[in-house]
C-alpha cells in the first residue's frame, strides 16, 4: 500500500504541470496603469497587459490545475493571463505547444511562450512559460513549479536550458 503511495506520489510530481482541464474564471486580476515622465496615461499593448496580468501572480503557490490567486499551475498561468485579456489558449501546456508560430530561441521577444519536457521520457511537452523580458541575450520567463510557486526563472539556468523543447509565438 505505502508503495502504491509512493509512486503515485511520483506521478503526480511528474506530470504535475499542464495536465488538468479544471478551469475557473471567478478571479480576476487587476492590472496596474502605469504614467509616463509627464503622468499621462500610456496605454499597453496587448502582449504588455499579458505580461503584467502574469506577473500579478507572482508569488502564487502551485495547484494542479489551479487558475486563480488561491492556486495555479504553469498552463493555468498561461491560460488565465492570455484570456484575460480576450487571447483564447488550450488549458493544457501539449496543446498550448500546437498554438502559433515555431521561432528560434535566438528569435525569442517579450510576449512568447517557451514549452519544456522535464519528465524522465521527455516525450511530450509538460511545462510552460512567458517571456517577460530579454535582455543582453538573458531570458527570462514567469511560471509556475511544484516547489516555489509563481515566479521568474531565465532559460540560462541548468534545469531550463536542457529542459527547454521550443519557444513559439502566439500574439
Not at 506520489?9 to 492590472?31: D, E, M, P, W, Y
Not at 489558449?89 to 501539449?94: A, C, E, I
Not at 498554438?99 to 510576449?111: D, P
Request: hydrophobic share 35%; charged share 25%.
Amino acid at each position: 500500500m505505502i508503495k502504491k503511495l509512493l509512486l503515485l506520489l511520483l506521478a503526480f510530481s511528474i506530470f504535475s504541470c499542464g495536465s488538468s482541464k479544471k478551469t475557473s474564471s471567478k478571479r480576476t486580476v487587476k492590472t496596474k496603469t502605469t504614467t509616463t515622465r509627464t503622468s499621462t496615461k500610456r496605454s499597453f499593448n496587448k502582449t504588455a497587459a499579458i505580461i503584467e496580468t502574469a506577473l500579478a501572480y507572482k508569488g502564487t503557490r502551485y495547484k494542479y490545475g489551479g487558475t486563480t490567486r488561491k492556486g495555479m499551475d504553469c498552463s493555468g498561468l498561461m491560460y488565465t493571463a492570455f484570456r484575460s485579456h480576450n487571447v483564447e489558449l488550450p488549458r493544457v501546456s501539449y496543446e498550448q505547444a500546437k498554438r502559433g508560430k515555431k521561432i528560434s530561441k535566438s528569435a525569442v521577444k517579450k510576449g512568447d511562450l517557451l514549452f519544456f519536457r522535464t519528465n524522465k521520457n521527455k516525450k511530450r511537452i509538460n511545462h510552460v512559460g512567458l517571456v517577460v523580458e530579454t535582455k543582453k541575450g538573458v531570458i527570462s520567463f514567469i511560471h509556475a513549479t511544484t516547489s516555489r510557486g509563481v515566479l521568474v526563472s531565465t532559460l540560462d539556468e541548468r534545469y531550463w536550458k536542457n529542459a527547454f523543447a521550443e519557444a513559439r509565438r502566439v500574439l
